[in-house]
């Protein structure tokens, strides 16, 4: 029997606050445990929450940017449930009535096959704090420096229907809620992570099977092992005549298997109702014009336009559009280097994407800024230096600094271009390798490019590459 996966992605993007979603206090990351969690985080008797508007104009935002339809109206709810770091015994969230409905996202599959996802809801709420189970001599220790931390819970619906679409549509709201500036997007201190529901069915069946989840995969490459196991785990169960249990699962990178925690709860057992603390979040028109004139050229805007504007394949606008960064960063080298846009593609994901990724450097730290590359890029179009001197100024420029006229200067790089300097050049090769030039001149054409190669050797690959071939050809051929 064929089986088909069905797959549905909850994910958790920490909003960018500089305070938590009811309090004042500190979201900054690594401080010592404990100390930035004040007694409205911890539900203390006598104190209100209070909501951060910054985190409400994050969440329509994002509603915005996935033309979902932004809720005039909204509640928050309190999720009840019993788990050590969360003190309060309830988690503040939305229910019934989210602040962002009925929104989507269209993902590119292998061949520039696009595919549509609904994403039901996206919905604030905080965050709980973090058990620790490592050096406390089997105890467990609580950090509450996480409770209250503003989450905005984005819902895909059932439409995933492989791992690798799962993967791509992570990376797609990853993408998203970077451009828009509302998350960081760091899934090792665990600002954007994900569960995942997933079931199968028979090939063709329309009705749903029964669902696990996945929970707390922070990586792209967790995402995808751990959907690939369970969906093999299922199909075995069925196969051998059992069946699946709806239930919470954990994912185990190590053991590369996941194991259960607890049956799944449903909405009921969590005995949701609206929080007595809080109003209703009623938002105008002039408010949501108001973000709407906040969004930047979004993702897939920028991406089109690359392919117009530049003449770029859907590859390397994909790559460079990858975030607002390094689409800046690119846009800012093609205006140094006066056009020449896939030359300049070449060398922002080639030599520079190579030199940071082997630093482990993203292109906010990159050592070279767009003006040096730009300018280096024009001296290889004006023949200033050749494609090839141009990688050891490169090299130069990434690990010394300096820009690209100092260095070729300071190093004698300029490209030979003298007529006259070239000829002799070719005259001293030919004279060295009379055997290959008896041989050439027999019919062994394929010795042309020998002879190139020791020209451009002896010139220290300064010899302008064009002149050399026509020089050479002229030579060869008795001009």
């Not at 962002?100 to 993902?107: F, K, Q, Y």
């Not at 990376?171 to 201190?189: A, S």
């Not at 420029?397 to 050049?425: F, P």
């Amino acid at each position: 029997m064929q089986w088909e996966p069905v797959i549905g992605l909850e994910i958790h993007a920490q909003l960018a606050t500089k305070s938590k979603i009811f309090s004042g206090a500190a979201t900054a990351y690594g401080a010592p445990p404990n100390t930035q969690a004040c007694a409205i985080d911890l539900g203390l008797p006598g104190v209100l929450p209070v909501l951060n508007e910054t985190a409400v104009r994050m969440a329509v935002k994002f509603g915005l940017a996935i033309g979902a339809k932004i809720t005039e109206r909204s509640i928050f709810a309190r999720k009840n449930y019993f788990y050590p770091d969360l003190p309060k015994g309830y988690q503040i969230s939305q229910y019934e009535l989210p602040v962002v409905a009925n929104g989507h996202t269209i993902i590119e599959l292998e061949e520039g096959v696009e595919k549509h996802i609904t994403i039901i809801r996206a919905h604030l709420e905080e965050d709980a704090g973090k058990s620790l189970h490592e050096d406390f001599h089997g105890m467990t220790g609580i950090d509450l420096n996480r409770a209250g931390t503003p989450l905005l819970e984005i819902v895909s619906g059932p439409d995933l229907r492989s791992t690798k679409e799962a993967v791509a549509y992570m990376k797609k709201i990853h993408t998203l809620v970077r451009y828009l500036g509302i998350c960081d997007g760091n899934m090792q201190e665990g600002s954007f992570r994900c569960d995942a529901n997933v079931s199968i069915r028979p090939q063709g069946q329309e009705a749903f099977g029964t669902r696990t989840e996945l929970k707390n995969i922070n990586s792209f490459r967790f995402v995808e092992r751990a959907l690939q196991y369970e969906i093999e785990r299922q199909i075995e169960v069925l196969e051998s005549g059992g069946r699946v249990i709806q239930e919470t699962r954990l994912f185990d990178p190590n053991k590369n298997e996941t194991r259960p925690m607890r049956t799944k709860e449903e909405a009921t057992d969590y005995r949701y109702f609206p929080d007595p603390d809080l109003l209703p979040l009623v938002l105008d028109d002039s408010f949501i014009e108001e973000v709407q004139k906040t969004l930047p050229e979004l993702p897939d805007d920028k991406r089109k336009r690359f392919m117009a504007e530049y003449n770029l394949s859907a590859y390397d606008a994909s790559v460079l559009t990858t975030s607002r960064e390094l689409a800046d960063y690119y846009e800012a080298v093609v205006k140094t280097a006066g056009g020449e846009a896939k030359l300049c593609a070449n060398w922002v994901m080639g030599d520079l994407a190579g030199a940071l990724n082997k630093e482990g450097k993203n292109i906010e730290n990159s050592p070279v800024t767009p003006e040096q590359l730009g300018q280096l890029i024009k001296r290889v179009v004006d023949k200033t230096i050749s494609g090839k001197i141009a990688k050891t100024v490169f090299e130069t420029m990434y690990t010394q600094g300096g820009n690209a006229d100092e260095i070729i200067e300071r190093q004698g790089l300029k490209q030979v271009t003298d007529t006259a300097s070239i000829e002799k050049l070719i005259d001293e090769v030919l004279a060295t390798h009379p055997q290959q030039l008896e041989q050439y001149q027999a019919g062994k054409n394929k010795l042309f490019g020998f002879f190139v190669g020791q020209v451009m050797k002896a010139s220290k690959g300064k010899a302008n590459p064009e002149q050399v071939n026509e020089l050479l050809k002229k030579k060869l051929s008795g001009e």
